[in-house]
């Protein structure tokens, strides 16, 4: 009952945010996990998963530029709606393809990255405005709680539900199955998008969101993204490409996925609901120890268990990552913006073309090494090398924080 008392006395707009990333939560470890296995299922080849990763990264920055312009007159809630709806198209291409060809799965791809570019670029900028430093960590506790907790019930439902299906002759094939579970996602986020629409979001105020010079401290949270994107680029395709090697079919793939994200959902709700702003850097230096260990222990030994190791420290570290790296972010962003006299998404589109270099640059080496050595040279390779590049930023993100208490002065 407290907990209760605590969410309906955040304000409205907040609420309808965290309602709205509840449901949709369902929807993220289908288009996480299950899309990558439908690939290397359909394909057999790891290099087409990463392909279609890095298409789906390409898609994200041309959309949060094309978001910019028609925020000049469609409320940001609306975007974010037709975002979510974009996601379950993206999905239904996918399965619509009668072959696997490299072009299908690049424009699958691509929608899918146009749908994560509406649905980030307008959730970003919606926290931004309907939250304060404040109570940040609460938003983010309380969502990764629900992401987290979505990561123990829907791999194991839809994972056993695609192997059964077929053992037991529930489906015709395999493929139908797949089928089966998109529309069940589709109809959820059709329900996210609705539950969304009732917020009432304003519009920025400035309609420029476009620079190229900024302060000095903005240039250092850049090369943050940077090494946040790195990793962005493997820790979606990565764990349905080893489980799919190493471990066995979906339904491993979705038990596994659930071994211990309900602790972890958990540990999330508790860190956050109790979590004070200037603590978020020990939460960050614990996240990108986990994501390098995980991903070294598993280069090193690459079998059965280090897969298991590396998704235990994956399945803690990342949204651990996420409650100290967003509120981060925009704490930056709102000294800066409030500095700089500029609307608070005109950080929003530049940080996400941090990101995209770095996605870009990850996605691409692992793709080289997958097509001109081997899947496995490039899973053994590229994993810990990007983790310890993001390791590497967790002295930038402590100097970015003395920077930003040294002019705020507090």
Known sequence: MKELKLFLSQPHNTRILLITSLIYAFVLPVVDIFVAAYIMRNSSEAGRVV?????????????????????????????????????????????????????????????????????????????????????????????????????????????????????????????????????????????????????????????????????????????????????????????????????????ELGIVQSISSLVTALMMYVIGRNLKPNRRLVVYFVAVRLFFVGALTNSLVFNYYSVLFFLLCMIVARPLFDMAYFPIQMQVIDYLSEKEDRSEYSYIFNHECGLYIGRVLGCGSFIVLAFCVSDNAALMVTLPIVTLLQAITYWMVKNILKEIMRLTDR
Not at 85 to 91: E, P, Q, V
Not at 112 to 117: H, K
Request: a neutral charge.
């Open 51 to 251: 392909l279609y990763q890095l298409m789906v990264y390409s898609g994200i920055p041309i959309t949060f530029w094309l978001n910019g312009f028609l925020l000049k007159w469609i409320k940001p809630n609306y975007l974010y709606s037709f975002g979510m709806l974009l996601s379950g198209f993206s999905m239904l291409i996918m399965i619509s393809l009668p072959e696997l060809h490299i072009q299908g799965i690049a424009v699958a791809g691509l929608v899918m990255g146009m749908s994560f570019g509406f649905f980030w670029s307008n959730r970003d900028y919606l926290v931004i405005v309907s939250t304060t430093d404040e109570n940040r960590n609460y938003y983010y506790g309380v969502e990764t709680f629900f992401n987290t907790l979505t990561f123990v019930v829907v791999p194991v439902i839809v994972g056993l539900f695609i192997s059964n299906a077929i053992n037991y002759s529930w489906i015709g094939n395999i493929n139908k199955a797949y089928e089966f579970v998109i529309y069940v996602v589709m109809f959820l986020a059709i329900i996210a998008s609705l539950i969304i629409c009732r917020g009432d979001y304003e519009k920025p105020a400035s309609s420029k969101f476009v620079y190229l010079r900024f302060e000095p401290v903005w240039y250092k949270m850049l090369l943050v993204a940077w090494g946040k994107g790195l990793v962005q680029g493997f820790i979606v395709t990565a764990p349905a490409m080893l489980i799919m090697k190493l471990v066995g079919e979906e339904g």
